[in-house]
Every structure is written in structure tokens, then in C-alpha cells.
């Protein structure tokens, strides 16, 4: 791997650049970005110069898609076809069964590995760029059809990276994501939703910490968001179903005043995912 | 206003005790709480010594009750009988319709003004008080049969401590929480619910800084909980209808592939609540 490309040079694909040079990647980082990200690309030192999507074709072992799901679609239909067979291409897209299925469409020669980088920060764009951001976070590779050395060259590098490679099927991935991060967000633009429409202002004035960090999500752009929903949205429905479901359950719990035994066993599961012990521990609010 | 009582020392009884000296406050400053309780806010000075609610209701001008609701609705009835007319009892419970009721039926010579301040932290205990926990945080204040001229004097007070203070009635705060901090609370413990039930370990190790947000409230402890929705039952069970009122109408639009207008309504309210200028910005995910 002595050349790569990064096509989308926005948070995840400026701090993958940042990310490979800490870690001792000394080739050139080409990226294929608009002039903005280019821009600041440049400025970081997450890339060395700006390229086409043919160029990057040409001349990289690695190319890296960091775009939003339906960019890297349209992104596979041009790169597929023109990538040699020394390249490997891999993504790093939020959902993964129809970017895997349309790489093996259109990949021809080149290696495909679909993945997903957990990691993210609360503002977007180049400019938050941040070589540690994959650093103990879970990174999701979906191997298929790739070349085994190429596969085996790219784990490598994500681990010196920091990150937590776990190997798991497109489908399982989006099954899991639909409940781990599509249900997220979905919650947190319903709960925004249901204040923006109380015509008493105090909703708007009148909270804790609380509010602020269950509508934090709901600031993020729904461009993103349609594109992730599009490619997952049977599993998405069934996961808010399943919440629909424990939502009739906490609500008969609260007509009851019974609140405890729903209360630990979600208290249970916020610690797990903190790998806090299992003493309780207190929220004021 | 020379001598101050706090019952409960925890969190928010603490850090009213620091602000308080942080203002300027000079005079004695009573502990009633649990022994650690009080050890740990004599060591911070939060307060100068322990009483019991008899000393504090012979000796303080002010008694903050900082317990929870169902604490603070049993100190009510104990304390309101025997605090001297010279005497102003505040609280800072989470609801406040059935602690003003305890109040006017008990409080007999003594003023009373409810009060909630809008401020809290990831984790409760003495221990972790602020002398800034209040500073540009709401702070509600419900007078209704309060003399005059005591409350002008906490109302004084709080705004010395950086607190921006609110008069509301007890129904307005109790229905306007329901959906600021009440509905919060269930959504978040119902996603840790949902996701606690799934069999796969996956939705446990494969998420990002997104799933901890969402999830935070559902460590709160049942016991603080049971009492705020035992006493705010019949907004909580609104604010939680229309919820799944918007959930349904946003599960039609995921279904529908067309998710612009209600992110758009929530961005904004999420704005809003963070002062943030009216322009799009991103959160990745």
C-alpha cells in the first residue's frame, strides 16, 4: 500500500488520513473531495493532494469511500468498473448490505471491503478531523468476495490505528445497527418533534442537561439520514416496532407505579455498553 | 436571612450550600441528612454542621429541601407543623403539584416556596457538588401563598448564584416537565430496554457515541423515579402518547422515504433549546 485515496475528505475521511500518517503511513494520500474539503484536507495534512476519482483508480492501493451511503452508490457505479485488480476499495458507509451488493455489481477487478467505522463526533467536516478518532471504537468489516491479502493488509493498518475490528455479514450488521444507531436517532428526532409541537414556549426554556442530551441527534442532516433509512428500512422498522413495544410496557409500568424490575434491566444494559461495574449509580436530573 | 438548613446533602443540597458561600453568604449553614451525606459536605463546606429537622426548624430563616419528591412530601409533614412564622421552607423536587398541596396542608406558620432547579450531572452525591451548579441553569419557583418579602429574598438569593429564575404555577411546571424531563427519562429507559431484550450480544459492543447519549438517563435510580412519575402521572401519560403519536408519524415517513419535514422541525427545535444560530450544521454518526 503505497498510494491511497480518500473519496470524501469530510470527518471520518480527513481523520482516516490523519489517522494512517500517526501511524506511520509515509505514501501519498490522494483525495477527491469538493474544493472546501479539499481545502482543509490540505491544511490538516490528512491528504497531499487532490485527485479524480480516475486518478485514484490509477495510481492507489487503497481507496477509502467516506461519503454518505447513497454517494458511495453512485461513487461504486463510476470507480467499479475502472479500478485494476492491485486495488482495494473499501468504504465507510453506515449501513452495509446494499453497498456490498452494489460493489459486487459493479467492482470488476479490483478487491471490495465493505466497513464501518463507530466513531464520530458531534460536529462534522474536515476541519474536526482527528487522528485518534477510530482509536478503541468498534470498526466493522463485512469480508465477502475480497482478496484475502488485501483484506489481511487493511485490517492490519486499522489496528495500528486503534481500532476494534470486528468481522461480521452485511445483514448482521444492519440488523444490529438498526437497533444500535438508526433507533437512536430516530428517538431523539421523534422526542424533538413532539417538543417542537407543544405551543407552550417554556418547553423550549424550561430543562435540565437532560433534553439536551436526547436531542442531540436530531441536529443531524437529514440528507444523511434518508440515504441510511433508504438502504435499511425494514430492519429500522422492526427495531422501532420492538421499541413501540417496550414503550407500551414502560407506559402500563408507570400507570402501575411499578417501575423497578424495566429500570434494572435497562440500568443493567447502559452500564454493560460503559463497562461500568454492576453497582448501581445515580443520574440527577 | 442568618442561618440556612439543608435536608438532604446530596448533589443539589451540596452545591446550594457552596453557591451560597461562593454569594457571599456568611452565616451558619445546617446539614440534615445521612451521616456520609454529611461528612462529605463537611468536608466540602457545603455546610458547617449536622442538625436534626427540629434544630433547623428552630434556628434557620431558610430550609432547603433537597431530597427527592418522596422524601421531601414526608419532611413536609413532619417539618411543616413546628417551622416558626420567621421561617421560609424551599424545595428543589422534581414535581411540584403534590409537594405544593403537602405543603399548604401542613405548613402552618411558616412560608413556603416550591422550587425546582433545572441543573444536575452525570453522577449524584455530595461529592461531586458545585458552587456553579445553578449558574445560567433555570431555577423554577412556584409562589403561591409565600409571603412577599421571604420570597424576594431566596428569589435575591438564587440570582446571586448565577441562576436564571422562572415563576411558574405548580401545573404549568408539573406539564411542561413532563415532556422536558419526564419523557426524556422514559424514552431513554425504554431504548436501553429494548435493546436489553435482544439476543444478539452484537447490540451491546457494535455502536457509537450516539448509543451512550440516548442511554445515560437509563442509569437513573428507579426509587427518585417511581416518585416523580407517582406524583405526575397524568402528564407523563400525555407527554408519553404524544410521543408515540410523532414516533408513528415518523415511522410513516421512513416507510414513505421522505424524512425532510419532520428532521427540519426537530433541527430546529434542537437548536433552539442550544441558542444555536437557525443555520444546518451536521452530527456524525
Known amino acids: 500500500?503505497?498510494?491511497?485515496?480518500?473519496?470524501?475528505?469530510?470527518?471520518i475521511g480527513a481523520s482516516f488520513g490523519l489517522a494512517l500518517r500517526k501511524a506511520g503511513f509515509s505514501g501519498e494520500i490522494l483525495g477527491v473531495s469538493s474544493p472546501p474539503a479539499i481545502e482543509a484536507g490540505l491544511r490538516s495534512g490528512a491528504i497531499t493532494r487532490a485527485a479524480t476519482l480516475e486518478e485514484a483508480a490509477e495510481s492507489a492501493g487503497l481507496i477509502y469511500l467516506a461519503q454518505p451511503v447513497d454517494r458511495i452508490l453512485?461513487?461504486?457505479?463510476?470507480?467499479?468498473?475502472?479500478?485494476?485488480?492491485?486495488?482495494?476499495?473499501t468504504d465507510a458507509g453506515s449501513t452495509k448490505s446494499a453497498i456490498v451488493r452494489k460493489a459486487s455489481e459493479y467492482v470488476r477487478e479490483a478487491s471490495f471491503l465493505g466497513g464501518h467505522p463507530l466513531a464520530g463526533k458531534e460536529q462534522s467536516g474536515a476541519e474536526m478531523a482527528d487522528a485518534d478518532l477510530f482509536r478503541?471504537?468498534?470498526y466493522v468489516l463485512t469480508p465477502l468476495r475480497a482478496a484475502a491479502e488485501p483484506t489481511r493488509d487493511l485490517?492490519?493498518?486499522l489496528e495500528r490505528l486503534g481500532a476494534n475490528v470486528i468481522e461480521m455479514s452485511p445483514a448482521e450488521?444492519?440488523?444490529v445497527l438498526a437497533f444500535t444507531s438508526h433507533l437512536p436517532q430516530l428517538l431523539s428526532t421523534a422526542l424533538a418533534y413532539t417538543l417542537a409541537r407543544q405551543s407552550n414556549p417554556a418547553v423550549a426554556e424550561v430543562f435540565g442537561p437532560a433534553l439536551l442530551d436526547m436531542t442531540r441527534l436530531a441536529l443531524s442532516p437529514p440528507e444523511v439520514w434518508e440515504s441510511i433509512f433508504a438502504t435499511n428500512k425494514e430492519h429500522i422498522l422492526t427495531a422501532f416496532d420492538e421499541f413501540l413495544q417496550s414503550g407500551r410496557e414502560l407506559r402500563t409500568a408507570v400507570e402501575l407505579g411499578d417501575l423497578r424490575s424495566i429500570f434494572a434491566q435497562s440500568a443493567t444494559f447502559a452500564r454493560v455498553v460503559r463497562k461500568l461495574p454492576s453497582t448501581p449509580d445515580g443520574v440527577d436530573h
Open 1 to 11: 500500500m503505497k498510494t491511497v485515496a480518500i473519496a470524501g475528505v469530510g470527518l
Open 74 to 89: 453512485t461513487t461504486l457505479e463510476t470507480l467499479g468498473p475502472i479500478a485494476p485488480a492491485s486495488c482495494l476499495i
Open 136 to 138: 478503541g471504537r468498534p
Open 155 to 157: 485490517r492490519l493498518w
Open 173 to 175: 450488521h444492519d440488523a
